[in-house]
């Protein structure tokens, strides 16, 4: 079954929010300066904040993933009531400087979760699903890279291949349990894996709330940008699921590829 010329164009919008730009160019836009720069203010000991800060992150979101999801709004997706959701996380973010990181990244996560559950019920996901609620996780991991991806595959799909035995076996487990079980090895994994990559695009949003009297507007202006940033990778992702519900994962991804989308 080929693809339409509507549901190639649909595709087309996929890739165009899936592959470009980045979150560390979407930040430099908007601060009017390279995030790079900022990179080189930061302690190399914060590294390891920033990787425990995004691990609770991710843990967290798993329970609001599974008790709460199925609770989104059936309406259409609110995007602009989460992004001043997540806004005035980062305004206190901004005003208290990287000490808040450990408390705002949770909660800012946990909001953007749900954002994206929204966004996947627009797409015709079933939140009651296991299934679709750890695909709501792994939209988390979307837009960074980690050790091992292949630089000759486009970066979704190679993030969904890195991702997809560790969200399989925390399906079927969770699908078994019909809890979170902390120390079980699928879901240590499962949290490790996101984590790594989670914590990529959050070093990038730590960097940019490093600049010099950004304050606590400037700490909203992050946090708006990086929920816009995850918004897009949900969006792009569930239409490529969607499209793979109708004509299989296959022929999608032939077509995906096959699109030229202009950087």
Partial sequence: MTLTTNDIEELRTAKALLEHPGLAARLSNALGSPIERSF??????????????ARKAIEGALHVALRTLDHARAAGPANRLHKLAVGTTGAAGGAFGLAALA?????????????????????????????????CLQVLALGGSAAGDDAAETAYFTARAAMAKAVSEAARFLAQQGAVQQGAPVIVRLIAQVASRFSV????????????????????LVNTVFIDHFQD?????????????????????????GIAVRR
């Fill in 40 to 53: 080189d203010m930061l302690p190399k000991s914060l590294n390891t904040a920033v990787m425990g800060a």
């Fill in 201 to 220: 695009t959050v070093s990038q949003k730590v960097a940019a709330q490093a600049v010099p009297v950004l304050g606590a507007v400037g700490g909203a």
């Fill in 103 to 135: 408390v705002e990244l949770p909660l800012s996560t946990a909001i953007m979760l749900r954002a994206i559950a929204d966004i996947a019920r627009s797409e015709g996901e079933d939140l009651r699903s296991v299934d679709t609620r750890l695909q």
């Fill in 233 to 257: 990778m949900a969006r792009g992702h569930f239409i490529v699921r969607r499209l793979e519900r109708r004509y299989g994962p296959d022929e999608v991804r032939q077509v995906y590829n």
